[in-house]
């Protein structure tokens, strides 16, 4: 079987998670949470999926059906707990991305006087203070990838290791978009690629985000999904196909 540009990124999504163990996957977007079902059916048998409310849950349903069969509780004070003692992954989105992994989802423009009002920092500064958290970016562009963040909402390692035994728990671990894989590994914690999608050049990456990249010479293809994981995300995980209106196939 063939995999899309959408299904590629699942699997990475899914391999997110790969190690965590028992914890908390809070997976924000389509693909991001195809991906973390996915690892529970795979990889990662012990990773906690919740509906976000109020409930932990058993089984690992399409994309489109709520959960079905609790496995314990999980009331919202509860959740802080978790956050606290590092037992949780988070795949955020961002409306900014800069070179040093600081994440904007605040606003747009002057903090003061933005001109385009988004959802607030909400829980971004806890999120990448207190346990993993990766980025999930639907479209790779100049736009969310930009040289400096309007407004810091969550921060990257820089800013992580300024405030000394604060930041110790910090852990950006990957940004996943629909052209590549990155990372924080370049230069003095930048931004690099870790891996691009098949069909993708280092040039289109390079083009589409508003900062140089570090590049290795010999850049990587993200891995392809395996033909069980296909089966799974075609058959039990999304049948609908919601992952490629997220990531059209070109």
């Not at 995999?3 to 977007?29: H, K, M, N, Q, W």
């Not at 993993?132 to 969550?154: L, N």
């Not at 040039?203 to 993200?222: C, H, M, N």
Request: proline share 6%.
């Amino acid at each position: 079987m063939t995999a899309t540009r959408a299904e590629i990124a699942v699997a990475a999504c899914s391999d997110l998670f790969r190690g965590d163990g028992e914890i908390l996957a809070s997976p924000t977007g389509t693909i991001a949470g195809i991906g973390a079902r996915l690892a529970r059916l795979t990889h990662a048998p012990r990773l906690l999926l919740s509906d976000g409310e109020a409930t932990l849950y058993a089984d690992t349903p399409t994309i489109d059906e709520p959960f079905r069969v609790p496995e314990g509780s999980l009331p919202y004070r509860a959740l802080f707990d978790l956050i606290a003692r590092g037992r949780r992954h988070v795949v955020m989105g961002a409306a900014q991305l800069d070179r040093h992994g600081n994440q904007n989802l605040s606003a747009i423009g002057d903090r003061d006087r933005p001109h385009r009002q988004l959802l607030g920092a909400r829980a971004a500064s806890t999120n990448t203070l207190n346990h993993a958290t990766s980025y999930w970016i639907a479209r790779h562009s100049p736009r969310v990838f930009v040289e400096q963040v309007d407004i810091v909402t969550g921060i990257g390692p820089a800013r992580a290791a300024s405030l000394g035994r604060a930041g110790r728990f910090h852990e950006l671990r990957r940004i996943v978009t629909d052209l590549a894989v990155l990372d924080l590994s370049g230069p003095d914690g930048t931004m690099a690629v870790v891996s691009v999608h098949p069909g993708v050049t280092r040039d289109e990456v390079q083009t589409a985000t508003g900062f140089d990249l570090a590049i290795p010479a010999d850049v990587p293809s993200t891995r392809l999904p395996t033909e069980e994981e296909l089966r799974l995300i075609r058959t039990l995980l999304d049948p609908r196909a919601r992952r490629e209106k997220e990531v059209p196939s070109s």
